[in-house]
T-cell receptor
Framework: AQKVTQAQTEISVVEKEDVTLDCVYE???????LFWYKQPPSGELVFLIR??????QNEISGRYSWNFQKSTSSFNFTITASQVVDSAVYFC?????????????FGKGTKLTVNP | DGGITQSPKYLFRKEGQNVTLSCEQN?????MYWYRQDPGQGLRLIYY???????QKGDIAEGYSVSREKKESFPLTVTSAQKNPTAFYLC????????????FGPGTRLTVL
């Protein structure tokens, strides 16, 4: 069975600090997809990134960057120079095929608070 | 604007009553999903549908029912059989399968009085 672990339940930083959110996954499949979503206080999940298992290149998008390492089954997310607007719950998720049907499994999320 | 709408935003229900949550998308996506979120928890899959007139149970389907009569609509009924229905419900859609990016609606917060 697939599993996603976000060991950090809550993180609190001061504005302009860099912060890394950890995500460790378990899967037996060689083909799978990893996602990060942001859930601000309003509740709607906002898509941030999708990465397939064959693409281990790190990605940068503005202040956001992602480090995918298959050797350690990790897909960590770093926010550089954090801002108050980054305060949210962040979810890591894994998709793989199980018995012909595909499901997305979420970690329990990391609540990030950025203080001014 | 393309997107997913859910209504109502807040819903209150008395014990023993069924209630239906609406989810509509105009993204022309084939697949739609319902998730439940409890405080401090991740999302758990209730039901999903990959095509019109077909749907499958997710991990926590007991006490819920769905229909998929139209491509753009995937309503969820929370029945009186659901023992602990108070939660935040999120609807999502994707182009085809779960490997595609899922886009989420704003959610419905259900409270049982």
């Amino acid at each position: 069975a697939q599993k996603v672990t976000q060991a950090q339940t809550e993180i609190s930083v001061v504005e302009k600090e860099d912060v890394t959110l950890d995500c460790v996954y378990e899967t037996r499949d060689t083909t799978y997809y990893l996602f990060w979503y942001k859930q601000p206080p309003s509740g709607e999940l906002v898509f941030l990134i999708r990465r397939n298992s064959f693409d281990e290149q790190n990605e940068i998008s503005g202040r956001y960057s992602w480090n995918f390492q298959k050797s350690t089954s990790s897909f960590n997310f770093t926010i550089t120079a954090s801002q108050v607007v980054d305060s949210a719950v962040y979810f890591c998720a894994l998709s793989e095929a199980q018995g012909g049907s595909e499901k997305l499994v979420f970690g329990k999320g990391t609540k990030l608070t950025v203080n001014p | 604007d393309g997107g997913i709408t859910q209504s109502p935003k807040y819903l209150f229900r008395k014990e023993g009553q069924n209630v239906t949550l609406s989810c509509e998308q105009n993204l022309n996506h084939d697949a739609m999903y319902w998730y439940r979120q409890d405080p401090g928890q991740g999302l758990r899959l209730i039901y999903y549908s990959q095509i019109v007139n077909d749907f499958q149970k997710g991990d926590i389907a007991e006490g819920y029912s769905v229909s998929r009569e139209k491509k753009e609509s995937f309503p969820l009924t929370v029945t009186s059989a659901q023992k602990n229905p108070t939660a935040f419900y999120l609807c999502a859609s994707s182009q085809t399968a779960a490997r595609d990016t899922q886009y989420f609606g704003p959610g419905t917060r259900l409270t049982v009085l």
